[in-house]
Antibody, heavy 117, light 110 residues
Framework: QIQLVQSGPELKKPGESLKISCKAS????????MQWVKQAPGKGLQYMGW????????TYADDFKERFVFSLETSASTAYLQINNLKNEDTATYFC??????????WGQGVMVTVSS | DIVLTQSPALAVSLEQRATISCKTS??????????MHWYQQKPGQQPKLLIY???NLASGIPARFSGSGSGTDFTLTIDPVEADDIATYYC?????????FGGGTKLELK
């Protein structure tokens, strides 16, 4: 069965960096892009962008062009989200999701990131 | 960016019909396809795809859920509402990049 399994929760201080993973299984990793979605506590879903799993080319939504990096380890069917110079407002749950026909048919379980001094 | 507007909350009774609306700031149709999708999210869980391209039921989703609409006005209908349907529902457009989500409608019991 198709699964996206993400890494565990993170507690970081402002200014630090983190890298969270999203491991895909049950399908050919390079047949679908991977996208990332942010959900701040008690808030709605915010689209961050996506990465082409064939070329490795990332595309970022405007709010996520500065400190956010999407990357891949194709041999391990894994996508990564790195956030540099963490800020308090980065406190959120981050989801990876498989896009299909414009929607997202499979989602990871989410990674809760807490940024606090 | 295309803005999607949903009512924050909707109170319904079990076994009744719930209609959740989503209005977009621009037309999200193209060549006869509505690039509108609906998700259900329960607390502490990831979103689940319910409806894609306006009216197509996603795999494994019960027929109590249906989607309709076109252009800038879309509706998710749940009929009849069951206790397990109490959740927050999000619409999302993929007509124009960046894809955007509505603010979510929290379905509550009356």
């Amino acid at each position: 069965q198709i699964q996206l399994v993400q890494s565990g929760p993170e507690l970081k201080k402002p200014g630090e960096s983190l890298k969270i993973s999203c491991k895909a299984s049950g399908y050919t990793f390079t047949d679908y892009a991977m996208q990332w979605v942010k959900q701040a506590p008690g808030k709605g879903l915010q689209y961050m962008g996506w990465i082409n799993t064939q070329t490795g080319k990332p595309t970022y939504a405007d709010d996520f062009k500065e400190r956010f990096v999407f990357s891949l380890e194709t041999s391990a069917s894994t996508a990564y989200l790195q956030i540099n110079n963490l800020k308090n407002e980065d406190t959120a749950t981050y989801f990876c999701a498989r896009p299909k026909m414009g929607s997202s048919d499979y989602w990871g379980q989410g990674v809760m990131v807490t940024v606090s001094s | 960016d295309i803005v999607l507007t949903q009512s924050p909350a909707l109170a319904v009774s079990l076994e009744q019909r719930a209609t959740i609306s989503c209005k977009t700031s621009q037309n999200v149709d193209n060549y006869g396809i509505s690039y509108m999708h609906w998700y259900q999210q329960k607390p502490g869980q990831q979103p689940k795809l319910l409806i894609y391209e306006g009216s197509n039921l996603a795999s494994g989703i019960p027929a109590r859920f249906s989607g309709s609409g076109s252009g800038t006005d879309f509706t998710l209908t749940i009929d009849p509402v069951e206790a397990d349907d109490i959740a927050t529902y999000y619409c999302q457009q993929s007509k124009d990049y960046p894809w955007t989500f509505g603010g979510g409608t929290k379905l509550e019991l009356k």
